[in-house]
């Protein structure tokens, strides 16, 4: 698959690259623990630490993670971008993002009720696996080369690098629930894709609510016309006075 790096893809590629060096350097030189100072915990609510639901997507622990996860995202995501503009693009994959941290936010204050710790949340997995599911969504039968040599189609291509990405995440750093929070990001995807069609469907909030209502008002026409063909004037079974009385009425 040729990669044709696009603008949105960019800017995520060298954020990603920047922070890691950053992050390195830091560590090496001065001591300075980046990664522990934007990694998502639950001081999003002990110490208002709002910022970390956005910036956990920014962190890699090692040189490998961070060279797959920037492969995948010039693969998938420029395709995508490429049929949803930049804007679009990013607000699907900060959705994604940004909705796999706060399931983990969820899931890590149930766990610490339980006295279970939490390990922190970091990298862009949650994000890497919506563009997976948008991409095996709109790409779906497009046959791509596993490495290079064995054909496959795009929706199940997405699941093997699904896979692949989980694995990469199996180090000490994380407790076994913390690795699976970013399979979230599949879900959250698929969410916001559907709701989305909804959306355009009913053009619109406001067409959501004309929808709404002008379903629950056929609901009221079907069941008052029901009420009256079987009930008589002083609420007792009326029969008809021929066959055609009860001739079922066609709904349009």
Known sequence: MPIRLT?????????????????????????????????????????GHVWRIFTYSFFHVDGIHLVFDLLIIALIGSELE???????????????????????????AWAGHWGVGSAPLFGPMGGIYGLLMAYGIFFGERVLLFMMLFPMKA????????????????D???????????????????????????????????????????????????????????????GEFEAPESHSAIRPKTWH
Not at 85 to 100: E, K
Not at 155 to 170: G, M, P, R, S
């Open 155 to 170: 929706k199940h291509f997405v699941w093997v690098l699904a896979a692949i990405e989980f694995l990469t995440n199996l």
């Open 82 to 108: 490429s049929i949803w503009g930049v804007a679009q693009f990013f607000m699907y994959y900060w959705v994604c993002t940004m909705g796999t941290g706060f399931i983990y936010l969820i899931l890590a």
């Open 7 to 47: 603008q949105a893809v960019k800017v995520l590629l060298w954020s990603y690259g920047l922070v890691f060096i950053c992050d390195w350097l830091g560590h090496l030189f001065l001591g300075v623990d980046l990664l522990g100072k934007g990694a998502l915990t639950l001081s999003v609510f002990s110490q």
């Open 172 to 234: 000490g750093s994380h407790q076994n629930w913390v690795l699976w929070v970013p399979l979230s990001g599949l879900f959250v995807g698929f969410g916001y894709l559907w709701l989305r069609v909804q959306f355009l469907r009913s053009r619109g909030f406001f067409g959501w609510v004309k929808a709404f209502f002008s379903l629950r008002k056929k609901f009221s026409r079907r069941r008052s016309s029901h009420l009256k063909l079987i009930s008589g004037a002083d």
